[in-house]
């Protein structure tokens, strides 16, 4: 069934624009209702086949699966071969998967924009690349080359191109996984890997748009550990951070901010980006330790502040600081710059600038504009790809 109803790449391709533009998300079961020849008027043709059908204004940060998804897989002693586009859908996998007994596995996020012109941009994909070969050393796991996941991005995007939000209006988000998917049963590394990237269109990241975050200082669990896997994006850092951040979301945070775990009182980082307090025009934050993730928008913005005339300062930054500073922001592939308008610790609220005129919001300016091609990038940081 599923077979004669999801067409292959080569016969998609050949197929009228629009067969895919199911309700408001393409899901197999979407497709699989649809008539195989759908009667489209020819003056909507163009349209349909620019663009999914999607309600471009509202979108958040949900999983709206597109069209295809790369795969491709390598077992110990190989590389990676050259990998194909499979339209998107579930996977198949042993329960003795290293993924599902151990969490061996990696994730990255990057952004694909669309620019005026019709072409996609990537910005800095080779620090996921780079990124991704540093934590599959740490996880004992066999890594894409730089080469193959900057290119594996590209034909992803370009698949999904449909899915890529008009100018303005958000990025297609892209999610390369390297997972351990060969049988273990005793502990150690998976005898096989499987590298895939899948899509999402997406805008806001918290339920908040753009509006100032409320966070939550955690003092009750740590997110890393000294010598621990903090500084690699391996999923299996993640689901013992759920608890404290449903924990802080139903108290009506936004986000929890994690202190070290040694002396519980040094800032680290939030759950899913770093963080930058501001003071006069001395921007500080906490330095990369082996405990936070290096991420790339932290790396970029503390560029982009140099240049911009401030004084960016990598170094231990204690939960004390956050009394006195100006200004609090976040920064990640998925929220950009985000401005915190409050933190609490210990029972005490303190709150900060985010009117116009911030340092948050011109750093969000800046680095929102080269990676979507309104400001001209003179780093060479954008990837410009059709
Ligand atoms: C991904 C991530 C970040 C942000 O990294 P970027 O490269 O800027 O997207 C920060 N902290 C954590 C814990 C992350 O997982």
């Known amino acids: 069934m599923i077979q004669r109803t999801v067409p292959s790449l080569?016969?998609?391709?050949?197929?009228?624009?629009?067969?895919?533009?199911?309700?408001?998300?393409?899901?197999?079961?979407?497709?699989?209702?649809?008539?195989?020849?759908?009667?489209?008027?020819?003056?909507?043709?163009?349209?349909?086949?620019?663009?999914?059908?999607?309600?471009?204004?509202?979108?958040?940060?949900?999983?709206?699966?597109?069209?295809?998804?790369?795969?491709?897989?390598?077992?110990?002693?190989?590389?990676?071969?050259?990998?194909?586009?499979?339209?998107?859908?579930?996977?198949?996998?042993?329960?003795?998967?290293?993924?599902?007994?151990?969490?061996?596995?990696?994730?990255?996020?990057?952004?694909?924009?669309?620019?005026?012109?019709?072409?996609?941009?990537?910005?800095?994909?080779?620090?996921?690349?780079?990124?991704?070969?540093?934590?599959?050393?740490?996880?004992?796991?066999?890594?894409?080359?730089?080469h193959q996941f900057v290119d594996a991005l590209k034909r992803t995007a370009l698949a999904n191109k449909r899915w890529v939000p008009p100018p303005g209006k958000g990025s297609l988000y892209l999610r390369p996984l390297l997972i351990g998917t060969g049988p273990v049963l005793g502990l150690a590394p998976s005898p096989e890997y499987t590298f895939l990237i899948y899509a999402s269109p997406v805008r806001n990241y918290f339920k908040e748009g753009s509006a100032p975050l409320n966070l939550y200082v955690e003092e009750d669990f740590d997110r890393a550990s000294t010598r621990g896997t903090g500084s690699v994006k391996t999923i299996s850092n993640y689901a013992p951070v759920l608890m404290a951040q449903t924990r802080a979301k139903s108290r009506g945070f936004s986000d929890v901010l994690y202190l070290d775990s040694v002396n519980k009182k040094n800032l680290e980082e939030v759950s899913s980006c770093n963080i930058f307090i501001a003071k006069g025009k001395i921007i500080s934050t906490p330095a990369i330790n082996g405990t936070i993730l290096s991420g790339i928008t932290r790396k970029s913005v503390i560029e982009l502040a140099s240049d911009l005339g401030y004084l960016v300062e990598e170094r231990v930054v204690a939960v004390d600081e956050l009394i006195e500073a100006d200004e609090v922001f976040c920064t990640g592939t998925a929220v950009g710059v985000a401005p915190v308008g409050s933190i609490t610790y210990q029972n005490r609220r303190v709150d900060y600038k985010t009117d116009s005129g911030t340092i948050c919001q011109e750093l969000n300016n800046t680095i929102l504009g080269i990676q979507t091609g309104t400001i001209e990038d003179k780093k060479g940081w954008v990837v410009e790809f059709d």
């Not at 190989?78 to 329960?95: C, K, M, T, V, W």
């Open 10 to 146: 080569r016969k998609l391709l050949l197929r009228p624009p629009g067969y895919l533009s199911s309700s408001k998300i393409g899901t197999y079961q979407s497709y699989a209702s649809q008539p195989s020849s759908l009667q489209i008027p020819d003056s909507t043709y163009s349209d349909l086949d620019e663009y999914a059908n999607v309600d471009w204004d509202n979108l958040g940060f949900g999983l709206m699966p597109t069209d295809f998804m790369y795969v491709t897989k390598c077992s110990t002693g190989q590389n990676f071969g050259h990998g194909q586009l499979d339209r998107y859908g579930n996977i198949e996998l042993s329960p003795s998967a290293g993924v599902l007994n151990y969490g061996q596995g990696l994730f990255e996020g990057t952004k694909a924009y669309r620019k005026e012109n019709g072409k996609l941009l990537l910005f800095r994909p080779e620090e996921n690349a780079i990124r991704m070969k540093i934590g599959a050393e740490r996880m004992c796991m066999i890594s894409p080359s730089i």
